[in-house]
């Protein structure tokens, strides 16, 4: 298995510009996780994702964020406007629930810089 | 407000020495407990994970459990310095198995 895949790498864009970030989760996980990471909030959860259906989207910072599944495997985070302070590493995890451990399995994460 | 407390660091180790990451947690029901590590400009990988009381050994690696005094610690033995990296503490929020919340992370250096 290829593991999750996220795209772009990275991304450098303008304030106010909208952003698109996509993740492909691993085949057969029903679980899917989008986190931000900075050094000074560490890796924070934005929303998560069971069989395609939102279940927790409290960290999503405001408005200006959102994030869809489709289906089992994709998914988008957009920020629009985006603004300089969401410059950030942002990473896609999906997971299965072995008994009640969830084994998260990151993307190599986009980085994001708004000038 | 749900919290995972590590020390930022960094924690400098001599190669060969036990090196011991420590983190404390605010929700007395969390269930389960994971350590993560980060090399630089990398993404978080899992490396250990319990959820009872005690220790639990893989390898080179032991993570500890105290859930009376909300404390998780990670040892490390014989450390490399391919070891060097951040670790990250995550749990789960009490009632949400599948709700996971990470700390900062500790930056741990070993020094050859």
């Known amino acids: 298995d290829a593991g999750v895949i996220q795209s772009p790498r990275h991304e450098v864009t303008e304030m106010g510009q909208e952003v698109t970030l996509r993740c492909k989760p691993i085949s057969g996980h029903d679980y899917l996780f989008w986190y931000r990471q900075t050094m000074m909030r560490g890796l924070e959860l934005l929303i998560y994702?069971?069989?395609?259906?939102?279940?927790?989207d409290s960290g999503m910072p405001e408005d200006r964020f959102s994030a869809k599944m489709p289906n089992a495997s994709f998914s988008t985070l957009k920020i629009q406007p985006s603004e300089p302070r969401d410059s950030a590493v942002y990473f896609c995890?999906?997971?299965?629930?072995?008994?009640?451990?969830?084994?998260?399995?990151f993307g190599s994460g986009t980085q994001l810089s708004v000038l | 407000q749900k919290e995972v407390e590590q020390n930022s660091g960094p924690l400098s180790v001599p190669e060969g020495a036990i090196a011991s990451l420590n983190c404390t947690y605010s929700?007395?029901?969390?269930?389960?407990f994971f350590w993560y590590r980060q090399y630089s400009g990398k993404s978080p990988e899992l490396i250990m994970f319990i959820y009872s009381n005690g220790d639990k050994e893989d390898g080179r690696f032991t993570a500890q459990l105290n859930k009376a005094s909300q404390y998780v610690s990670l040892l490390i033995r014989d450390s490399q310095p391919s070891d060097s990296a951040t670790y990250l503490c995550a749990v789960n929020e009490y009632d949400r198995d599948d709700k996971i919340i990470f700390g900062k992370g500790t930056r741990l250096h070993i020094l050859p």
């Open positions: 994702f069971n069989n395609n259906v939102p279940i927790d």
């Open positions: 995890a999906s997971s299965l629930i072995e008994g009640y451990i969830v084994k998260l399995f």
């Open positions: 929700d007395r029901g969390s269930q389960s």
